[in-house]
């Protein structure tokens, strides 16, 4: 049973943004590394970006770098996935991840949400 639960997908025209949203069941563990992928139709789930919670550090795939965003709120228990100048490249479902390694491999990752989609219109 997931216990991350993301939203704020929807359909944007090509250079739009989106904000997801990934909430957790309680306050965000200083450990805790908290990641997003996406998977697109037909393709492998794919690394998008990590934010570790004990020292704030980030992390991001080459495509994000740059557009997209990683935060939280004042009571860390939601972390946001600011997106923007989006293309329809970037359509998939986009997944919120917990974890404990500073890592981009989705397999290192136990807690999963249900996915949120994004789709970008040309």
């Known amino acids: 049973q997931a216990q991350l639960t993301e939203s704020g997908g929807g359909v944007v025209q090509t250079g739009g943004s989106l904000r997801l949203s990934c909430v957790t069941p309680?306050?965000?563990?200083?450990?805790?590394?908290m990641a997003w992928f996406r998977q697109a139709a037909g393709k492998e789930r794919e690394f998008v970006g990590l934010w570790r919670r004990n020292t704030g550090r980030t992390k991001y795939a080459d495509f994000a770098e740059g557009r997209f965003t990683i935060s939280t709120d004042n009571p860390l228990n939601t972390v946001y996935l600011q997106m923007n100048n989006l293309d329809p490249g970037d359509t998939a479902l986009y997944y919120c991840?917990?974890?404990?390694?500073?890592?981009?491999?989705?397999?290192?990752?136990?807690?999963w949400g249900q996915g949120t989609q994004v789709t970008v219109s040309s």
């Open positions: 309680g306050r965000i563990y200083s450990s805790w590394v």
């Open positions: 991840a917990r974890g404990i390694q500073f890592s981009m491999d989705p397999s290192d990752y136990n807690t």
